[in-house]
């Protein structure tokens, strides 16, 4: 089975400055999918970013980037130029091969201070 | 809007009723999943579906039953309710190949007293 830590239950960072998130996973499968999911406040799950462990590249979506490291089953999350838009809780999530299985780690609570 | 839509989006249950919780996707996805999220905690699996007629048990399956009848719709039904049950429930689904990040719906805030 696989398994999904958030190390980090709460973060703040000042508004325009940058702030890492931490995300390890487990798992003994050598294809998969990892993806970062935003909460806010009205709860709805928010997908961010995504990255195929096949693909050596980071992905990056705008002020979002993510720091693959396969070897070490790691995938951080930077957030490049925060905003007060930012401040939610943030899920780092496994996606299996097949396809059928989506595990989500514990969260990570992020505020953006003005 | 295309999308997964769940209702209702809040419900207040007594102990030993019955409810069912609807969930429908327009995006013609062959996955769905229903997780549940309790205060501060990341979510867990329920119940999962790979294709209509298909479901199979998650991480905390116990005191929720599932039926998949059609691509669109995956309900999730509730028949003794217990306090335990008081969490948020997210459905989702997701395509079977190529792009496997997965839609949400808005949530379910259930209440059991």
């Known amino acids: 089975a696989q398994t999904v830590t958030q190390s980090q239950p709460e973060m703040s960072v000042q508004e325009a400055e940058t702030v890492t998130l931490s995300c390890t996973y487990d798992t003994s499968e050598s294809n998969y999918y990892l993806f970062w999911y935003k909460q806010p406040p009205s709860r709805q799950m928010i997908l961010v970013i995504r990255?195929?462990?096949?693909?050596?590249q980071n992905a990056t979506e705008n002020r979002f980037s993510v720091n693959f490291q396969k070897a070490a089953k790691s995938f951080s999350l930077k957030i490049s130029d925060s905003q007060l838009g930012d401040t939610a809780m943030y899920f780092c999530a496994f996606m299996n091969n097949a396809g059928n299985m989506l595990t989500f780690g514990g969260g990570t609570r992020l505020m953006v201070k003005p | 809007n295309a999308g997964v839509t769940q209702t209702p989006k809040f419900r207040i249950l007594k102990i030993g009723q019955s409810m069912t919780l609807q969930c429908t996707q327009d995006?013609?996805?062959?996955?769905m999943y229903w997780y549940r999220q309790d205060p501060g905690m990341g979510l867990k699996l329920i119940y999962y579906s790979v294709g209509a007629g298909i479901t199979d048990k998650g991480e905390v399956p116990n005191g929720y039953n599932v039926s998949r009848s059609t691509t669109e719709d995956f309900p999730l039904r509730l028949e003794l309710a217990a306090p335990s049950q008081t969490s948020v429930y997210f459905c989702?689904?997701?395509?079977?190949?190529?792009?496997?990040?997965?839609?949400f719906g808005q949530g379910t805030r259930l209440t059991v007293v």
């Open positions: 990255q195929e462990a096949y693909k050596q």
């Open positions: 989702a689904s997701s395509y079977s190949r190529d792009i496997f990040s997965a839609f």
């Open positions: 995006m013609n996805h062959n996955y």
